[in-house]
């Protein structure tokens, strides 16, 4: 994103992961009522921090496609942070297989929405920070 900007670089990968969750969520409920259908769920934070601890190289998260097309990857010469994609479901919560609680996702939703607020208004106090720098006031 930002040439030598680590910090606007991993909060624009997690607004890109956070997004993805929140799709996944969204695709979630929109199948809790199909027979068999298994929850999907998004995970980057592991990842992120890795590639975060690891060196100073601007990172970049795939734009990854739940619907299973080719994703479409950054920008030459950055690495990408491994998105998670998780399709097992884990348990199955119903009788027909499906393993999507609405109530639980709807809950995952609040706190995702949270964290991409959160996420939102920590790059408008960046871009901020860079706003003071350039105008001197």
């Known amino acids: ?3 030598n900007d680590l ?3 991993a909060l624009g990968t997690s607004l890109r992961g956070l997004g993805l969750r929140h799709q996944a969520i969204a695709q979630n409920v929109a199948n ?3 027979p068999g259908y298994q929850r999907v769920d998004v995970s ?3 990842a992120l921090g890795q590639a975060l601890a690891g060196d100073d190289i ?3 998260l795939p734009d990854e496609r739940l619907d ?3 994703p479409q990857y950054g920008p030459p010469g950055q690495r990408s942070v491994g998105l998670g994609v998780d399709q097992s479901g884990g348990m199955v919560m119903r009788a027909d297989g499906g393993s999507v609680d609405p109530d639980t996702e709807m809950a995952e939703m ?3 929405q949270l964290a991409y607020q959160t996420v939102t ?3 408008g106090k960046k871009f901020g920070q860079l706003m003071y720098a350039i105008n001197g006031r």
């Open 7 to 9: 910090t606007i670089d």
């Open 1 to 3: 994103m930002f040439p």
């Open 110 to 112: 609040a706190a995702n």
């Open 121 to 123: 208004a920590m790059i």
């Open 68 to 70: 299973g097309r080719e």
């Open 32 to 34: 809790a009522d199909v």
């Open 58 to 60: 601007a990172q970049t």
């Open 44 to 46: 980057f934070e592991g």
